[in-house]
């Protein structure tokens, strides 16, 4: 069993209360959680208007899956999302 635990860092550009920031994070995470099955949870800089760490959570019993999962969830966010950029990505697996 492999658990991988991400942690990404985004940037939402033109964010000017965290009611806007609110409203553009929960379809985001959303819609991650729909097509990876992931858990996902923001979980750092709640106070900051243009800034966000996600935490992202993955357990399978294949630890190459873990790690192609994880990935993909990064590349999706960058290719699909282009009003977010993301400034820093870690991965750890346990």
Known sequence: MTLGL???HI???GCTSLK???SRLKP???RLHREFNISIAEVDYQDTWQDAMLAV???S???GHTQRALLAVCNWIEE???DVS???EKTEYF
């Open 6 to 8: 991400m942690t990404i």
């Open 11 to 13: 940037q939402l550009p």
């Open 20 to 22: 806007e920031k609110r």
């Open 28 to 30: 985001l995470l959303y």
């Open 57 to 59: 959570a993955l357990v």
């Open 61 to 63: 019993n294949d630890h």
């Open 80 to 82: 699909n999302w282009p």
């Open 86 to 88: 993301v400034v820093e």
